[in-house]
């Protein structure tokens, strides 16, 4: 079985500032990870995937995360926040094959003026 | 290139009432998902269709939610009779091969 693991529940941050949203994993196969986020009433959007290949990968907004195979970690990184980063962000993984996508619980990133 | 389509956007009921919710796939995606994401959590997957096929139920209240995918393409989720616990926010999603690419979600008050 998968899991996704987001210690950080709420992460608030000043405006302007570097953040970093953590996300650990667990899974015995090779697995597909990305980060989505969820704005107000709004459904997920696809911010960065790791399929494979180099271990640093950019999304859109200047998000950019770091696939770490032998911590299980793919933390979620931006050098700096806007207001409009406010929302609340899901790792999830996916194995090979047609199989379901797992999420973790959500991180809620509140940028502060 | 046109997202996932889900209708209505919100929906309340009372419980014991019957719901349903609709869902239209990007073109050409034979993967469909049903998540629920309650007021807090993270989405949990309820059935995953290929094609017309039922891949994974096995988090599916069978007792009171059903679903089915109508020639491969569109999908309907009902919930009869809902209860309160139910009030949450229903997401469908489609997928290629990687990732999956969500709709805005039903959002589901019971009371």
């Known amino acids: 079985a998968q899991s996704v693991t987001q210690l950080d529940s709420q992460v608030p941050v000043f405006e302007e500032a570097p953040v970093e949203l953590r996300c650990n994993y667990s899974s015995s196969v090779s697995v597909y990870l990305f980060w989505y986020v969820q704005y107000p009433n709004q459904g997920l959007q696809l911010l960065l995937k790791y399929l494979s290949g180099s271990t640093l990968v950019k999304g859109i907004n200047g998000f950019e995360a770091e696939f770490n195979k032998s911590q299980t970690s793919f933390h979620l990184r931006k050098p700096s926040v806007h207001i409009s980063d406010t929302a609340e962000y899901f790792c999830a993984l996916r194995p090979g094959g047609y199989q379901k996508v797992t999420f973790g619980t959500g991180t809620k990133l509140q940028v502060i003026p | 290139e046109a997202g996932v389509a889900q209708s209505p956007r919100y929906k309340i009921i009372e419980k014991r009432q019957s719901v349903a919710f609709w869902c239209n796939p990007i073109s050409g995606h034979a993967t469909l998902y049903w998540y629920q994401q309650i007021l807090g959590q993270g989405p949990k997957l309820l059935i995953q269709?290929?094609?017309?096929?039922?891949?994974?139920d096995s988090q599916l209240p069978k007792d009171r939610f059903s679903a089915e995918r109508l020639k491969g393409v569109d999908s309907t989720l009902k919930i009869q009779p809902a209860k309160l616990e139910d009030s949450a926010v229903y997401l469908c999603?489609?997928?290629?091969?990687?990732?999956?690419?969500f709709g805005q979600g039903t959002r589901l008050t019971v009371v």
């Open positions: 999603a489609s997928s290629l091969s990687t990732e999956a690419f």
């Open positions: 269709f290929q094609n017309n096929g039922v891949v994974d």
